[in-house]
């Protein structure tokens, strides 16, 4: 089993849906989970990050972790063609120091048609 | 800012073949990775590194080679490119101890290995 696992979709939905993007994990040292997006042809950029269980909003995304299930989840609201990309559920069991080995999920591919 | 850069965008070479993948970063970053990214694999950490002079492997190591003789700078080399090198490379830094968390990337360079 490998440690993250995220379902490489396609995923498409209308505009203006809401959108949820979920990864699993087996390794209970991870502390730290973030979403990445990454648009075509360009390097990763990272959207959002939570620190162990609970939620975080950030305009129309909200990222969910729920550690007991060893589950997290990235909504976003209210999507636009813009978001069109592929996400990456990235996680990590330091804050920085010598690791900042990120374990990266596979991506998701959105999009989201006018 | 520059922020991190990557050169070449695209490089074909023949198999045996060696060659040099370039990286710099101008925000004064400590650490600094490489990650290849495959369809179907996600991003595959390959080496990173904490600082001038210091260097370790990440997941997929074999056939690379990597040095850091400044902070700005952080090479991939190939020495003997094989087929299964096709790929996709990113560079990655990261401030001091958000290397858990927040890393930029570049836009990546795409290698084909025939």
């Known amino acids: 089993q490998k440690e993250v696992e995220q379902d490489p979709g396609p995923l498409s939905v209308p505009e203006g849906a809401i959108v949820s993007l979920n990864c699993t994990y087996s390794?209970?040292?991870?502390?730290?989970f973030m979403w990445y997006r990454q648009y075509s042809r360009k390097g990763p950029e990272l959207l959002m990050y939570?620190?162990?269980?609970g939620n975080k909003e950030d305009g129309r995304f909200t990222a969910q972790v729920d550690k007991s299930s060893k589950y997290i989840s990235l909504f976003i609201r209210d999507s636009q063609p813009s978001d069109s990309a592929t996400y990456l559920c990235?996680?990590?069991?330091?804050?920085?120091?010598?690791?900042?080995?990120?374990?990266f999920g596979k991506g998701t591919k959105l999009s989201v048609k006018p | 800012n520059a922020g991190v850069t990557q050169t070449p965008k695209f490089q074909v070479l023949k198999t045996g073949q060696s060659m040099t993948l370039q990286c710099a970063q101008d925000?004064?970053?400590?650490?600094m990775s490489w990650y290849r990214q495959d369809p179907g694999m996600g991003l595959r950490l390959i080496h990173y590194?904490?600082?001038?002079?210091?260097?370790d492997q990440g997941e997929v190591p074999n056939g690379y080679n990597v040095s850091r003789s400044t902070t700005e700078d952080f090479p991939l080399r190939l020495l003997s490119a094989a087929p299964s090198q096709t790929s996709v490379y990113f560079c990655a830094s990261s401030p001091p101890g958000l290397a858990g968390t927040e890393q930029f990337f570049g836009p990546g360079t795409r290698l084909t290995v025939l």
């Open positions: 925000m004064n970053h400590e650490y």
């Open positions: 990235a996680m990590s069991p330091n804050y920085g120091g010598s690791q900042g080995n990120l374990i």
């Open positions: 590194s904490v600082g001038a002079g210091i260097t």
């Open positions: 939570t620190y162990s269980s």
């Open positions: 390794n209970s040292a991870f502390q730290y």
